[in-house]
Antibody, heavy 119, light 107 residues
Framework: QVQLVESGETVVQPGGSLRLSCRAS????????MHWVRQTPGKGLEWIAL????????YYADSVKGRFTISRDNSMNTLYLEMSGLRPEDTAIYYC????????????WGKGTTVTVSS | EVLMRQSPATLSVSPGEKVTLSCRAS??????LAWYQQKPGQAPRLLMY???ARAAGISERFSGSGSGTEFTLTITSLQSDDLAIYYC?????????FGQGTKVEIK
């Protein structure tokens, strides 16, 4: 069945770096755009980034622009989020989600992975 | 940035009742609106897209309406399994933005 599985929970120090992964299965990964969305108790759901199916388009939220990089490896059916300059406010559950095109909705979500930024 | 505002923040409803949730965009988003359901401890799940189209496998008890800046999600005959937070999200412009959610509680 269609499935998205994010990488495991992580604790990282402020200023540190981390790479999240999202492994896709059950569909043709290379035909879909992919999002990262995060959720915190205080700010609810926050969209972070999107990458188009062919990597030609990338979009970022202002809150992460210049610090986070979205990428994908279609041969490995895997989406990535490179995170640097991490701040305590980046502590959240991170979800990957599928979208048929960059202009469409998120139709399948992973279960999420928790990132904690703390010393 | 398009701001999405949902009301009310919390609804307490008896099983069998009809529920109406509202979502308002700060500027017109045409029909580029999705609704998601998030049950406790789970990831969000797509309910509606294009403001009024049900996603695959979603019960006919869920319906959506609206365009421009005003949108509604209606749940007819509420069931205990509908306990969740419901979020609206616009996909008309960047950045994509979500409402703060409406929590539906079962009386």
């Amino acid at each position: 069945q269609v499935q998205l599985v994010e990488s495991g929970e992580t604790v990282v120090q402020p200023g540190g770096s981390l790479r999240l992964s999202c492994r896709a299965s059950g569909f043709i990964f290379s035909r879909y755009g992919m999002h990262w969305v995060r959720q915190t108790p205080g700010k609810g759901l926050e969209w972070i980034a999107l990458i188009s199916f062919d990597i030609s388009d990338k979009y970022y939220a202002d809150s992460v622009k210049g610090r986070f990089t979205i990428s994908r490896d279609n041969s490995m059916n895997t989406l990535y989020l490179e995170m640097s300059g991490l701040r305590p406010e980046d502590t959240a559950i991170y979800y990957c989600a599928r979208a048929l095109t960059p202009r469409s909705y998120m139709d399948v979500w992973g279960k999420g992975t928790t990132v904690t930024v703390s010393s | 940035e398009v701001l999405m505002r949902q009301s009310p923040a919390t609804l307490s409803v008896s099983p069998g009742e009809k529920v109406t949730l509202s979502c308002r965009a700060s500027q017109s988003i045409s029909s580029a609106l999705a609704w998601y359901q998030q049950k406790p401890g789970q990831a969000p799940r797509l309910l509606m897209y294009g403001a009024s189209a049900r996603a695959a496998g979603i019960s006919e008890r869920f319906s959506g309406s609206g365009s421009g800046t005003e949108f509604t999600l209606t749940i007819t005959s509420l069931q205990s399994d509908d306990l969740a937070i419901y979020y609206c999200q616009q996909y008309n412009s960047w950045p994509r933005t979500f409402g703060q959610g409406t929590k539906v509680e079962i009386k």
